[in-house]
Structures are given as C-alpha cells and as structure tokens.
C-alpha cells in the first residue's frame, strides 16, 4: 500500500508546477474575458434593440420591411444570421440551416466561460495529496482561490452570454416562423 501510495506522491509533486502554470494561464484567460464582457454586453444590447425595433409590428407580409430596418453592415451575428434568413425566406432548408449556424457559433462563444467554470476548480484543488497541503498550505490556498476566481467568471459570463444567445435564438425563430406561415398561404 504504501508503495502506491508513494506513486500517487510523486505523480502529484511532478505535477504540481504544470498545474500552477495552467492555473495562471486560466486566470489571464478569465481577466482577458472578463474585459471582453463588457464591450460584448453593450454590442449585444445594441443589437437586441436594433433587432427589437425591426421585428415591432412584424408580420409575414412586412417581412421585406424588415431588412430595410437592419443594418446591412453590422457585424452582430443575430443582425448577420437576420438578415441571411431574409435573404434565403424562399428556402426553408437553408433558413434552418442559418439557425442551426448560429446555434454552433453561440456554443463556441460559451467554449471558454464553459473551460473556465470547469477547469478553475479542478486544477485550484489539485495541488497534491494531504501531507503536501499540510506542508504548503500557502500554495494550496492560493491556487484554490484563483481557480475558484477563475470558476466564478466563467460562470457568470457563461450565465449572461447563454441569455443573450437564446433571446436571439427566439427572434430568429420567430423570423422563421413567419417566413414559414407565409410560404403556406
């Protein structure tokens, strides 16, 4: 038993400074995201209103007033994934197909608040075994607090981007929708 032991211990110390290196490349993440939240968050309300305006009073007969509405050289990806459905209204496989776009590219926005809400705690708690904790509790302490600071940034931002990415989804299922009752009439 102790022989295993023995191997755990030294998988754990051999590991020990990967973890921390890791740890601090995931903590520059979480800065450069968290930085990044906040110039994303004003695009996304700018767009939600832009497309809030457009789609007011919509109908499946004022769908070509729609695309007069909406900025043709935005680069919000629910104004980019509009104004493509518009354009295709006439093939239902690639109006489905743009909606489907656009729900891999939310995905791939939540990659990085996904990896740092999972992998912040996994790593600060991974420091080695009780008696290297006992020995170096400072360090221990330490990669906890900034894996669970890492954690805590993936999670919100997470939170926040999943809301704006279905309040989007919504609108451009809606568009679809109508677009649908209109080529059934």
Same mark, same amino acid.
């Given at each position: 038993m102790n022989y295993i032991s023995d191997i755990l211990f030294w998988i754990s110390t051999g590991l020990l400074i990967p973890v921390i290196v890791l740890l601090i490349l995931l903590f520059g993440r979480a800065l450069l995201l968290i930085g990044s939240f906040f110039g994303q968050y004003l695009s996304v309300r700018k767009a939600q209103a832009t497309v809030n305006a457009a789609l &007011?009073?919509?109908t499946p007969e004022s769908l070509d007033a729609v695309a007069e509405k909406l900025p043709h050289n935005s680069t919000a990806p629910v104004i980019c994934s509009l104004l493509a459905i518009l354009e295709h209204r006439d093939q239902p496989a690639e109006v489905q197909r743009l909606i489907s776009d656009y729900e891999l590219l939310m995905e791939k926005e939540l990659n990085a608040p996904k990896t740092l809400a999972k992998m912040g705690p996994m790593l600060g708690l991974s420091t080695g075994d009780i008696a290297g904790m006992a020995y170096n509790m400072q360090v221990a302490f330490a990669?906890? *607090?900034?894996? !669970?600071? #890492? #954690? #805590?940034?993936? *999670?919100?931002? =997470? =939170?926040? &981007? @999943? @809301?704006?990415?279905?309040?989007? !989804?919504? @609108?451009?299922?809606? *568009? #679809?929708? !109508?677009?649908?009752? /209109?080529?059934? /009439?």
């Open positions: &007011k009073d919509l990669t906890t *607090v900034v894996g !669970l600071f #890492a #954690a #805590a940034i993936g *999670v919100i931002t =997470q =939170q926040a &981007k @999943r @809301r704006w990415f279905m309040y989007d !989804l919504t @609108r451009l299922e809606y *568009v #679809a929708d !109508l677009i649908h009752q /209109k080529s059934e /009439k």
